[in-house]
């Protein structure tokens, strides 16, 4: 019989970023070997039933007054006034906490595999603990510098010292600390995690959706695009992720190539929209620069297909240095040309002339040249195309690299 286990998960399916996209992953693909489930953190989704997608099960904590009270923003402030925030606090813990025990119990898991952030792993590592099962906590990212680098905390507030302490905290406590990449794991150590306990499991992706696919035209035509050559970015637009520095590079690309337009796929707050929307109207480019917002992650695909050249053009920010995404992955998987900037991070995946290509990071000159060379020459950009998915298949492909969780599995229940 199969090993259960329970993955603690912040959000989940059918919320589309990248946390979840993994997660589903994760969970799709590690049925081969073990018999999981999730369960997401009360302030994300609550329902009395437990949900199934694509045959992963994901249980809900269900509704309740007290719970919904608490994460109201209007009840909190009158509490934290009236000093009573502790004792509400420890009262509604036990909540979620006698929630995670029931389910425990009664699917009988093995192991307790949390994913970040610390706040709703917590609740994770103690009740492994009380059950002596092994525990994993898998680190995708670090929130508190992302947040800097989005500008909401600076480096020195309370906050960040806050989340940074509750993160290495919990990964000291851990059986297992997982991670993406040679960066992550050189950051994790830096805080004096035992080196042999942590694993790296870099992101993937499923190569039998994300394959090479035949340009969707009729999109294009619903775009009002379909007579262009595409640049694109796909994903969530945030400041970190340098949108700027490429639509400054598109302003080169037309002087050169008349019919490229640049599409941005993927939601956008209103503050750095109109940030960009500035930079737009000083250079001139509305004609050429389309915004879709958020679309289905079924019709992710779709997009991918009619962009001839996708950009990642990441900022260099301690963030962006450390962690590395997983959008490259897909558009490598479908045989499409990838043009990053030159992070480590990134460079973990992105190899020049193998699997895509770099510029210099904030360089917007250097990423001009770059996508005027590139969309001058189809039989390039196919080849680089065919020489991506390759390399995605033999190193990101969910169907291989799954199996890292096997090899840990097996090892913490020996």
């Keep these: 019989m199969n090993p259960k286990i329970l993955h603690l998960l912040y959000i989940s399916r059918p919320n589309l970023g990248g946390y979840s996209i993994r997660s589903h992953n994760i969970l799709t693909f590690q049925k081969k070997f073990v018999d999981p489930c999730a369960l997401t953190s009360p302030i994300y989704f609550r329902k009395k039933k437990k949900d199934i997608i694509g045959n992963v099960i994901y249980y809900r904590f269900p509704p309740n007054i007290g719970m919904?009270?608490?994460?109201?923003?209007?009840?909190?402030?009158?509490?934290?006034?009236?000093?009573?925030?502790?004792?509400?606090?420890?009262?509604?813990?036990?909540?979620?906490?006698?929630?995670?025990?029931?389910?425990?119990?009664?699917?009988?898991?093995?192991?307790?595999?949390?994913?970040?952030?610390?706040?709703?792993?917590?609740?994770?590592?103690?009740?492994?603990?009380?059950?002596?099962?092994?525990?994993?906590?898998?680190v995708r990212g670090f929130w508190e510098e992302s947040d800097i680098g989005v500008g909401q905390i600076t480096r020195n507030s309370y906050k960040y010292w806050t989340r940074r302490k509750g993160e290495t905290e919990i990964m000291r406590k851990s059986d297992a600390v997982v991670t993406l990449g040679k960066m992550m794991k050189a950051e994790i150590m830096s805080r004096s995690i035992d080196r042999q306990k942590i694993i790296i499991v870099p992101n993937g992706v499923?190569?039998?959706?994300?394959?090479?696919?035949?340009?969707?035209?009729?999109?294009?035509?619903?775009?009002?695009?379909?007579?262009?050559?595409?640049?694109?970015?796909?994903?969530?637009?945030?400041?970190?992720?340098?949108?700027?520095?490429?639509?400054?590079?598109?302003?080169?690309?037309?002087?050169?190539?008349?019919?490229?337009?640049?599409?941005?796929?993927?939601?956008?707050?209103?503050?750095?929209?109109?940030?960009?929307?500035?930079?737009?109207?000083?250079?001139?480019?509305?004609?050429?620069?389309?915004?879709?917002?958020?679309?289905?992650?079924?019709?992710?695909?779709?997009?991918r297909s009619i962009i001839d050249i996708n950009i990642i053009p990441r900022i260099d920010s301690r963030v962006t240095r450390i962690v590395t995404p997983m959008k490259q992955l897909e558009v490598m998987s479908m045989e499409k040309v990838v043009l990053t900037s030159d992070l480590p991070a990134l460079i973990e995946s992105v190899k020049p002339?193998?699997?895509?290509?770099?510029?210099?990071?904030?360089?917007?000159?250097?990423?001009?040249?770059?996508?005027?060379?590139?969309l001058s020459d189809r039989t390039v950009r196919k080849r680089l195309g065919v020489s991506a998915r390759k390399f995605v298949k033999k190193n990101h492909d969910w169907k291989i690299i799954i199996e890292k969780y096997r090899i840990l599995y097996e090892k913490l229940l020996s």
Aim: hydrophobic fraction near 40%; include cysteine; charged fraction near 25%.
């Design 353 to 374: 002339g193998i699997s895509g290509d770099l510029f210099a990071v904030g360089n917007y000159n250097d990423l001009a040249k770059k996508i005027i060379y590139y």
């Design 68 to 138: 919904n009270s608490f994460y109201d923003p209007q009840f909190f402030k009158r509490v934290k006034m009236a000093g009573l925030y502790y004792k509400f606090y420890c009262s509604i813990l036990k909540i979620p906490l006698n929630y995670v025990r029931k389910i425990v119990k009664t699917q009988k898991i093995d192991i307790i595999h949390s994913h970040m952030p610390y706040s709703f792993a917590n609740w994770g590592i103690k009740i492994a603990h009380e059950n002596k099962l092994p525990f994993v906590y898998e």
């Design 206 to 303: 499923n190569t039998e959706i994300f394959r090479p696919q035949t340009p969707d035209l009729n999109l294009k035509q619903k775009l009002g695009i379909h007579e262009k050559i595409v640049v694109g970015f796909v994903g969530l637009v945030r400041r970190i992720e340098g949108i700027d520095i490429l639509i400054k590079a598109m302003k080169i690309v037309k002087s050169e190539i008349k019919d490229a337009v640049l599409l941005i796929v993927g939601p956008c707050n209103n503050e750095y929209r109109q940030e960009l929307v500035k930079i737009i109207k000083k250079l001139k480019l509305f004609k050429c620069i389309h915004f879709t917002g958020q679309v289905p992650f079924e019709k992710v695909r779709n997009y």
